[in-house]
């Protein structure tokens, strides 16, 4: 499946700005939004209590 992705350091209370950030590219590039988006935490607190070390990515489809 194409997707636009960005990874960010930050968790799930960051994720807006980054969805924006996405959606503007999306336009930009006169893409097509194709299904569901995804967010994954890569680093949470399964590894670390330190919130700033924390990494998020986030996928959407795209056509």
């Known amino acids: 499946t194409l997707c636009v992705s960005i990874r ?3 968790g ?3 994720a807006a700005e980054q969805y ?3 959606m503007d ?4 590039h006169k893409l097509k ?11 949470d607190y399964g ?3 330190d919130t700033e ?3 998020t ?3 959407i489809p795209v056509t």
């Open 33 to 43: 939004v194709n299904g569901f988006s995804r967010e994954i935490t890569m680093i």
């Open 8 to 10: 960010f350091r930050g």
């Open 57 to 59: 990515e986030i996928s």
């Open 20 to 22: 924006e950030k996405l």
């Open 25 to 28: 590219y999306v336009e930009e």
């Open 12 to 14: 799930h209370m960051e």
């Open 53 to 55: 070390k924390f990494v």
């Open 47 to 49: 590894l670390t209590n």
